[in-house]
């Protein structure tokens, strides 16, 4: 699990549905501890098995990327890459690595990003960022995506379905869930249980490829 969307500020935009939404995980503060489990040293094994039969090319974001190693898996097959996260310290830490090509990581908040970023990306890759947010923000987290997505873009996630953790985060998630919060959005085009997996995640985890059905903002 990486550093997510909504932590270190109290809320999102005035009249959003974040104003209510406050994350009570203090991200930065982990990172500045060096309490970071989710931390595996390197990129999800899901996601390197899919680069291989699959490149991601094109603009992508990485929402929650935390240290950036999925960031650099991408950016080593060519996509043009965009890592986003909340925490400075995460943020300088992915930044420490050697480039593996055209990664960059930027500092923000998913629910907060300006105009600018809209219809913006061709592919967004998600590694259980979808699973650390509070659960009741996850409507608004995929209305971020939608506008953040190309006409056509796509979407790959990588989805924590029954983590160990009581109350979250992580917090666990259902195909019915995923499937009534992206359908009307994100048509579904693929969906598989990965093989390869972080050490006890095997089997808890699922995979889908979506793409975009509408135009977005422009």
């Known amino acids: ?12 935009p005035p009249g959003s549905d974040s104003d209510s939404l406050p994350d009570p995980v203090n991200w930065d503060a982990h990172y500045l501890a060096g309490d970071t489990p989710w931390d595996e040293g390197y ?15 094109g603009e992508v974001l990485v929402p929650g990327s935390g240290p950036g190693h999925d960031v650099r898996a991408l950016a080593i097959h060519g996509a043009k ?3 986003l996260d909340l925490s ?10 050697p480039k593996a090509g055209g990664e960059q990581y930027e500092l923000g908040n998913l629910f907060q990003l300006s105009d600018t970023w809209n219809a913006r990306f061709d592919w967004i890759v998600e590694h259980t960022c979808f699973c650390a947010i509070p659960t009741p923000a996850r409507s608004q987290y ?6 953040l997505l190309k006409p056509g873009g796509r979407y790959f996630a ?17 195909r019915e869930e ?12 693929e969906e598989w249980v990965p093989t390869p997996a972080f050490e006890g995640r095997e089997g808890r985890e699922l995979c889908q490829v979506r793409q975009l059905r509408r135009s977005g903002l422009f």
């Open 88 to 97: 400075p310290t995460a943020i300088e830490l992915a930044r420490s690595y």
């Open 158 to 174: 990588i989805f924590y379905i029954n983590p160990k953790a009581p109350t979250g985060p992580p917090h666990g998630t259902t």
């Open 142 to 147: 995929v209305r971020a995506l939608a506008d």
């Open 178 to 189: 995923i499937s009534g919060l992206f359908d009307p959005d994100l048509e579904l085009l």
């Open 81 to 83: 890459v965009t890592g």
């Open 1 to 12: 699990m990486n550093a997510n969307t909504n932590s270190a500020s109290p809320s999102g």
């Open 43 to 57: 990129a999800a094994p899901a996601l390197t098995e899919f680069l291989v039969h699959h490149p991601i090319r």
